[in-house]
């Protein structure tokens, strides 16, 4: 399956009295719904970016498309109740890893240890 890069933000019910996600209206819920997308392996990678606010977050997810990505957030409650929102999507294709490198270099331009 293709994998999607997901950033998501502060939505329109974000309580600004409360500076932390865990500290927000429904957190239970959210926390319980994520870990399942993450036994799912729905969620591959993900985690909040560091510089905020805005709170934002980047999610990969492992999904046939678009479409699918979008209707199985729309169901996680925080996403449900607009205390968070998509701001991004991008279809993410892996190049390289740890386990995989598919770089291209033309050998002719590679020019390997020293002469």
């Given at each position: 399956?293709?994998?999607?890069?997901?950033?998501?933000?502060?939505?329109?019910?974000?309580d600004?009295?409360?500076?932390?996600?865990?500290?927000?209206?429904?957190?239970?819920?959210?926390?319980?719904?994520?870990?399942?997308?993450?036994?799912?392996?729905?969620?591959?990678?993900?985690?909040?970016?560091?510089?905020?606010?805005?709170?934002?977050?980047?999610?990969?997810?492992?999904?046939?498309?678009?479409?699918s990505?979008?209707?199985?957030?729309?169901?996680?409650?925080?996403?449900?109740?607009?205390v968070?929102?998509?701001?991004?999507?991008?279809?993410?294709?892996?190049?390289?890893?740890?386990?995989?490198?598919?770089?291209?270099?033309?050998?002719?331009?590679?020019?390997?240890?020293?002469?």
């Open positions: 399956m293709p994998y999607f890069v997901v950033i998501q933000e502060q939505g329109p019910s974000w600004d009295k409360k500076q932390f996600p865990w500290q927000q209206k429904g957190w239970d819920e959210h926390s319980k719904f994520i870990r399942a997308l993450v036994s799912e392996r729905f969620i591959v990678l993900g985690g909040p970016l560091k510089k905020w606010p805005p709170i934002r977050d980047l999610l990969i997810v492992d999904a046939p498309d678009e479409d990505v979008r209707s199985r957030l729309a169901e996680e409650p925080f996403m449900h109740s607009g968070l929102k998509i701001i991004e999507l991008y279809p993410w294709e892996i190049h390289y890893s740890l386990n995989v490198c598919v770089l291209s270099i033309p050998t002719e331009s590679y020019q390997g240890g020293s002469k």
